[in-house]
């Protein structure tokens, strides 16, 4: 079983930054792929980033790309999102989520192969 609690989120400008953060725990955290997605009101829960396990590879939606990054700390369970030139579209409640059958970077855009979900933390970016 893994829990995964995200924090960071806030309100912020446009042009601002924000950083998120995940934790994770149980001891096999650092042999899974990580994603984070984000949902806002009345729309469907849409792909953001995903690291690898070692972190050596990533993958953004093109929407995010250049703006965002993913990063993890395996040796403290978290993964985190640096969200730069933030723009009203990005105002959403964030979730980080993991899960064992992500082996393939084909599989990271889609949330049915993420087993396990924080709670969300809002992002709320003003104009």
């Known amino acids: 079983q893994v829990q995964l609690v995200e924090s960071g989120g806030g309100l912020v400008q446009a042009g601002g930054s924000l950083r998120l953060s995940c934790a994770a725990s149980?001891?096999?955290?650092?042999?899974?792929?990580m994603g984070w997605f984000r949902q806002a009101p009345g729309k469907e829960r849409q792909f953001v980033a995903a690291?690898?396990?070692?972190?050596?590879?990533?993958d953004y939606a093109d929407s995010v790309k250049g703006r965002f990054t993913i990063s993890r700390d395996n040796a403290k369970n978290m993964v985190y999102l640096q969200m730069n030139n933030l723009k009203p579209e990005d105002t959403a409640d964030y979730y980080c989520a993991t899960g064992r059958n992500l082996q393939s970077v084909w599989y990271w855009t889609l949330p049915d192969r993420y087993e396990y979900w924080g709670q969300g933390t809002q992002v709320a970016v003003s104009s």
């Open positions: 149980g001891r096999i955290f650092s042999t899974y792929t």
């Open positions: 690291i690898s396990s070692s972190g050596g590879t990533t």
